[in-house]
């Protein structure tokens, strides 16, 4: 989904100040130490390694929007290319050649280079993406996916190339997302449909993931690799076995099935995180996980991880200026009188005038990052979210940058934490976090109070909480609302400084005393909950009917 470029609640004049002035003026220093990577290069720590490719002496991989290439033994690895957000390297069967994806004309297309290094040589140019899947056996033609021809929106299709250049010639099959050759070339192991989102864990919904063996010379379906639903991707034909990956027995790891006795086998047991992706070549299969490379030799069953060092000029982590774009704004709020706006931008709280004045970094943390900043109704302070300390805390601040930062515990256990949204008094903030929990914090006792906890997470995450005018109640919406709101009703809860409550169940778009539920879009159950006439509602305790709440 798309976010605006700047908060559409601030005033039309700070809007067109940050949306003109922004680029000209919003410039601060992102100081970056020294990489901490290089000095743990020898276990990989600091590294984010991906798509690994494995030829008989060498590993090639994606790394810094670049090519590296190092040998199976680790060691030094080598940039093989740059300037292109280069990824998917492939090596051919003899390994001489790289296959890549690369975007250096501004669209993914195929490239070839040598596995020696040199000029990258461009093998397709459709406006579309194509994106590099490995090569046929042979070793004269380049696999690739493309859209180029689909008959749907969200279909793709395998497409070959020369290596030499020319006309690409599809696979005769309606549709697939990757695949692999049989050594002979007259069958494929392939994925027939992808996912609009591949790093869903566990995920068991419709477009869960199966490998499917295809006779080209028909286009007939063999065989279905046997599965209950899981997630069978990646796949590698090595000689009468296909190897894949797959989360058929929790987090994702690699299995092997026998085309002949069509039996699966588990290869690499794994009980931590997910392997992301793999390559067969030479007698071992390359795969990758968080951020490590490794190597398992198919002959031995060794499994071992690859030592990799990278000693390079990243002009990325060079301390420079940034310049600070609308579109890089992440959040932003208004202070009390309209004079100025905070924002969070590249990790960093700012406050920017409306019309005159200087822009202030008032977090200046550029090993840290800092979000979603809210300005307290006295105009004092200003409240955001920092992970300074190794996990997220909250940080308050006075709105001149003068002073010590106040720093808050949020919870146990630690997690990731939404929106502080402060009360009118200025004295307590309340937050959600990714548990579903509801929470607030009451600045001088400096306890967080966990006041709420919701079932299941509705579609947008509208849990947000909303401060009565006189501090006492927070209103929310629980999941259970959300979920039946497009028949018509939605359930409302009050909390009164930890003790909750259910007042009954209200219609979208019904004003009930000096509560409103607004729904914009009710087939998304996009819920608005505001509170007017600055009164707060009392609960009648023999009726909690929700048409019948009378004002203190």
Not at 429 to 435: E, L, V, W
Not at 466 to 481: G, H, I
């Amino acid at each position: 989904m798309s976010q605006p470029l700047v908060d559409s609640n601030l005033p039309t004049h700070l809007i067109s100040r940050l949306k003109t002035g922004a680029s000209a003026a919003l410039a601060i220093l992102v100081v970056i130490a020294a990489c901490p990577c290089i000095a743990k290069s020898r276990d990989n720590r600091g590294f984010l390694l991906r798509d690994p490719a494995v030829s008989k002496s060498q590993i090639a991989f994606s790394y810094a929007g670049s090519l590296w290439i190092v040998s199976r033994d680790g060691g030094e690895a080598k940039r093989l290319t740059t300037g292109g957000h280069e990824r998917n390297p492939a090596f051919s069967p003899d390994g001489s050649m790289l296959a890549f994806t690369g975007e250096y004309e501004g669209n993914p297309d195929v490239y070839v280079v040598s596995a020696a290094g040199g000029v990258p040589r461009r093998l397709t140019y459709h406006p579309g993406a194509d994106v590099v899947v490995g090569w046929t056996p042979d070793g004269k033609r380049v696999l690739f996916r493309s859209s180029r021809a689909a008959f749907a929106f969200g279909v793709t299709q395998l497409f070959t190339v020369p290596i030499d250049g020319g006309i690409p010639t599809p696979v005769p099959l309606a549709r697939a997302f990757e695949g692999s050759f049989s050594s002979d070339g007259s069958r494929i192991a392939y994925e027939p449909t992808q996912q609009w989102q591949q790093a869903w864990k566990r995920y068991r919904g419709g477009q869960t993931k199966a490998i499917w063996i295809a006779n080209l010379s028909d286009s007939s379906i063999e065989a279905r690799i046997p599965r209950e639903n899981s997630n069978d991707f990646n796949p590698m034909w090595v000689g009468g076995t296909i190897y894949f990956l797959s989360d058929r027995n929790g987090p994702v790891s690699l299995f092997a099935y026998d085309t002949k006795s069509q039996q699966i086998k588990e290869v690499v047991k794994n009980a931590g995180l997910d392997i992301k992706s793999a390559a067969a070549g030479s007698g071992a299969i390359a795969y990758e996980q968080f951020g490590s490379l490794h190597l398992l030799d198919l002959g031995s069953g060794r499994d071992r991880t690859i030592d990799v060092r990278i000693a390079a000029d990243l002009p990325e982590i060079r301390p420079h200026f940034q310049k600070i774009e609308p579109r890089r704004i992440q959040s932003s709020g208004i202070s009390p009188t309209g004079i100025r706006a905070a924002i969070a931008a590249r990790g960093e709280i700012l406050t920017a005038p409306a019309e005159k004045g200087d822009i202030r970094n008032l977090s200046n943390t550029p090993d840290a990052v800092e979000r979603d900043p809210a300005w307290s109704p006295d105009g004092k302070s200003i409240a955001y979210l920092s992970d300074a300390s190794g996990e997220y805390a909250l940080h308050v601040r006075d709105q001149n940058g003068m002073g010590e930062v106040r720093k808050f515990d949020l919870g146990s256990p630690p997690s990731f934490f939404y929106s502080p949204t402060w009360s009118p008094d200025s004295m307590k903030i309340a937050y959600t976090d990714k548990r579903l929990n509801v929470w607030y914090i009451d600045l001088a006792k400096k306890t967080p109070v966990r006041i709420d906890t919701d079932t299941y997470a509705g579609p947008f995450r509208n849990l947000n909480p909303a401060w009565s005018p006189d501090s006492r109640w927070l209103v929310t919406l629980s999941a259970e609302a959300l979920h039946v709101v497009a028949e018509g009703n939605a359930d409302v809860i009050l909390h009164d400084h930890g003790t909750s409550r259910k007042i009954g169940s209200v219609i979208p778009g019904s004003v009930i005393g000096e509560m409103s539920l607004i729904t914009q879009e009710p087939a998304t159950a996009d819920v608005v909950v505001s509170l007017v006439q600055g009164k707060t509602p009392s609960v009648p305790v023999d009726d909690l009917s929700p048409r019948r709440f009378v004002s203190k």
